[in-house]
């Protein structure tokens, strides 16, 4: 709790937000900081297209070995892709171009 009391409050939310929270009557709605650039949904892409071949799905076991085999050689490739997403992370945001996030808290009654 002590985490979510640093997120900045905010007095407008995108319409569906403001259906899926105006039920429960939040109090302290926040929006914590836009996470994330462009280049971190470029390399969360390129990971997205090399996974299938690192692990593949609902396969027999010697097409799974052999898309493993084949794609072990990009394993480098991944790794790196992942690390340079996770660097980007720590930028300044973008367009808030991974999702938008809101958190609320229910008045106790």
Known sequence: MA????????????????QVL?????????????????LTVACYKLQALLLPFLMPQQT????????????SPTVPLFVALAAVANLSLRGKGGDDCLGYTVTADRAVE
């Open 60 to 71: 027999g076991a010697v097409k799974t070995f052999g898309l493993r085999l084949v794609a």
């Open 3 to 18: 985490e979510r009391s640093r997120l900045p409050e905010v007095d407008h939310l995108p319409d569906r937000h403001e």
């Open 22 to 38: 105006s039920p429960v009557e939040p109090e302290g709605v926040r929006v914590p900081p836009p996470g994330g650039d462009e």
